[in-house]
């Protein structure tokens, strides 16, 4: 894990501003969706990349009735 020693405050609504030099390196642009996840007393985010439900691949991601499926998976289905 990389520290950045980089401190910020929560505001009274529960903000924290993610520094510009984070953000460019992760490529987290305005509008961009975050994931949360709690690790113990660790808070981990992560830039959301919508994921194919069966393999996890986030290359070529359609969405089919409201679900994340990738097109090699779509062709696996079709073949069955």
Known sequence: MKALYIIRKVDELGRVVLPMELRRDLK?????????FVEGDR?????YEPACMFCRNV???????????CRECIQ???KM
């Open 28 to 36: 987290i642009s305005e509008h961009d969706a975050l994931e949360f």
């Open 59 to 69: 290359m070529d991601v359609v969405i089919f009735e409201g679900r994340n499926i």
């Open 43 to 47: 808070i981990i985010l992560k830039k």
């Open 76 to 78: 696996k289905i079709a």
